[in-house]
């Protein structure tokens, strides 16, 4: 089993429903976080996660949301997707310590119609 | 605030050749530098990382990366290229104002084909 799990994997949405993309991880890591990759743009932090009590905005948080539902899981939200929306949705984690290194889930790929 | 910049967008090198992929980044502070590669349908890979100490850094399959501090620049090198190796390199900078890398700045990726 991977040890950062993304579902779903492949999503075909309509302009205005709500979606929700969940992650799971059993690395143990503290850290969590949300990034969107698109074409030429690279990734992009949505939204990051330190603990459970602990949620920061990225560069691009306008139109999501998240729930660190416990230690393990984080995910994110999109209360009313729009098409420029449409992108691959990255989780990662990191251990909150000194000299360690993002582990990234298999990504999901959303679209929104 | 951190960037990374990767000039190239797509490089196209035969199979056997050397490769260098380019990376400048911007931060106020000695950074921690990261090459992921995201091969077709998959996710991130850490090829190597640079928190401190020996500017030269190996990686896994092959590939090694010089940390210059008076270049900004963390740039990417592997001798002889396998076909294998086409894939997307993202160049990414870690903040190090808590001691930790607490978040991952990425540049916008360079696609790299090999031909046989």
């Known amino acids: 089993d991977a040890d950062v799990t993304q579902t779903p994997r492949n999503r075909i949405t309509k302009t205005g429903k709500r979606i929700m993309l969940e992650c799971s991880q059993t690395?143990?890591?503290?850290?969590m976080y949300w990034y969107r990759q698109d074409p030429g743009l690279g990734l992009r932090l949505i939204y990051y996660?330190?603990?459970?009590?602990?949620?920061n905005k990225g560069e691009i948080s306008d139109g999501y949301s998240v729930s660190r539902q416990a230690q393990a899981k984080f995910s994110l939200s999109l209360e009313s997707a729009i098409p420029n929306q449409t992108a691959l949705y990255f989780c990662a984690t990191m251990r909150g310590r000194a000299n360690t290194e993002a582990f990234f889930g298999q990504g999901t790929r959303l679209t929104v119609v | 605030a951190q960037s990374v910049t990767q000039p190239d967008i797509h490089i196209t090198v035969s199979e056997g050749a050397s490769l260098e992929l380019r990376c400048n980044y911007s931060?106020?502070?000695?950074?921690?530098l990261f090459w992921y590669v995201q091969s077709p349908g998959q996710g991130l890979q850490l090829l190597l990382k640079y928190f401190s100490g020996d500017t030269l850094v190996q990686g896994i399959k092959g590939f090694e990366a010089e940390f210059k501090r008076s270049q900004s620049s963390f740039n990417l090198r592997k001798p002889s290229v396998h076909w294998s190796d086409a894939a997307e390199y993202f160049c990414?900078?870690?903040?190090?104002?808590?001691?930790?890398?607490?978040?991952?700045?990425f540049g916008t990726g360079t696609r790299l084909q090999v031909t046989l």
């Open positions: 990414a900078v870690g903040d190090t104002g808590t001691g930790t890398a607490s978040k991952l700045t």
């Open positions: 690395k143990g890591h503290d850290r």
């Open positions: 996660s330190f603990d459970v009590k602990d949620i």
């Open positions: 931060y106020g502070a000695t950074p921690y």
